[in-house]
């Protein structure tokens, strides 16, 4: 009773799931998503849909996307990374596959799953979540609901800006947070310090042949788990800025629980680390005032797909 799939769309892949309502997946797919091709985008999507609801009797359907949902929770109004502009996803994939589709971004969808099932469940009133992947994902609870703001595009945390004039955002601004915290931050300091100091980039230039250009986020993680100081630099880099972003968060909104999440946090306590320290370093109520806990998420990959499936 009650099953209900959920959708998570990224740059990469596009990720179904039929959920229960314990939050429970039942069956998952996965597709690549096209590169930068709307349209054949939705047809993923319907795909994916229509093979999960084969097997079983779905209620109705939940997609989070990366990037601004209208306040109704149809329409994709801007997403940069996956070439969307006032793209009707949810009237567009409900005359497709015949079932009620609500569409949320994909932070938000992946605060609720972790409100409901993970990191926050025992948080009765209020939580944020930061994504940390291709972009900086957000997600603010308050008194046990989502907060999606008067047009629908609340928690855009990524896009808090940290540097006034500083490096290019998708968003079209200078200096946004989701700049310094990414994947792409990462690789792009990594490398700047590679490139600057090769001396202390011993192992992480041994994993890519002395390429710097081909070091990527995974072989920043393998060198700095070999000790590597440009790698394990690069980490505390992104730590120290997200830090300073969760302290933000405290004086805004003062919740019971910040968790963090996303692809990047697989790296643990190389991301954790520095991120703790430096929260706890910006905090204005350090030593003097309880603050919300930083924790790490639980339900990994796929928070957003269970999220917009609870959504459904
Ligand atoms: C982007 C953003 C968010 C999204 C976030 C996480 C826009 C319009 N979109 O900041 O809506 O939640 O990325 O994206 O800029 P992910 O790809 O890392 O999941
Ligand atoms: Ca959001
Ligand atoms: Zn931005």
């Known amino acids: 009773m009650g099953l209900t799939i959920g959708v998570d769309i990224g740059g990469t892949k596009v990720l179904g ?3 229960d309502s314990a939050g429970d997946v039942l069956a998952q797919t996965r597709r690549d998503t096209p590169a930068q091709d709307p349209a054949q985008t939705a047809d993923r999507i ?18 989070g996307a990366a990037g601004w949902i209208d306040a109704t929770r149809s329409i994709v109004q801007f997403a940069p990374n ?11 994939i409900t005359a497709a596959v015949g079932l009620p589709v609500v569409v949320e971004n994909d932070g938000n969808a992946a605060t609720w799953a972790e ?31 989502l907060v999606r703001g008067t047009n629908g ?6 896009h808090m800006m940290m540097v006034p004039g500083g490096h290019p955002c998708g968003c079209g601004r200078h200096g946004c947070l989701e700049q310094y915290t990414a994947g792409p931050a990462l690789i792009r300091f990594a490398k700047a310090d590679a490139r600057e100091k090769p001396e202390l980039a011993e192992q992480l230039l041994a994993l890519v042949g ?6 990527r986020g995974h072989t920043i ?3 700095a788990r070999l000790g590597d100081a440009v790698a394990i630099g690069a980490f505390e880099q992104v730590g120290r800025w997200l830090g300073v972003a ?23 306590d190389l991301l954790m680390k520095p991120a703790r320290a430096s929260y706890e370093d910006q905090l204005a109520q350090r030593g003097r005032l309880p603050v919300a806990e930083v924790r790490p998420a639980l339900l990994g990959n796929v928070a957003g797909m269970v999220g917009a499936a609870d959504l459904a």
């Open 210 to 215: 002395g390429d710097v250009d081909a070091i």
């Open 82 to 92: 996956l070439a969307w502009r006032n793209e009707p996803l949810r009237d567009k």
């Open 246 to 268: 969760l302290a933000d968060i405290v004086q805004i909104l003062d919740p019971q629980v910040i968790v963090v999440g996303g692809g990047v946090i697989d790296a643990g």
């Open 115 to 145: 409100f409901q099932f993970g990191a926050g469940r025992d948080a009765d009133n209020s939580m944020v979540l930061f994504t940390v992947g291709t972009g900086i994902g957000g997600g603010i609870v308050i008194g046990g609901n």
């Open 153 to 158: 595009i609340a928690a855009e945390l990524g």
């Open 46 to 63: 319907i795909e994916v849909i229509q093979e999960l609801a084969a097997g079983h009797a779905i209620d109705a359907v939940g997609i």
């Open 17 to 19: 799931g039929v959920v």
């Open 221 to 223: 993680t393998e060198a």
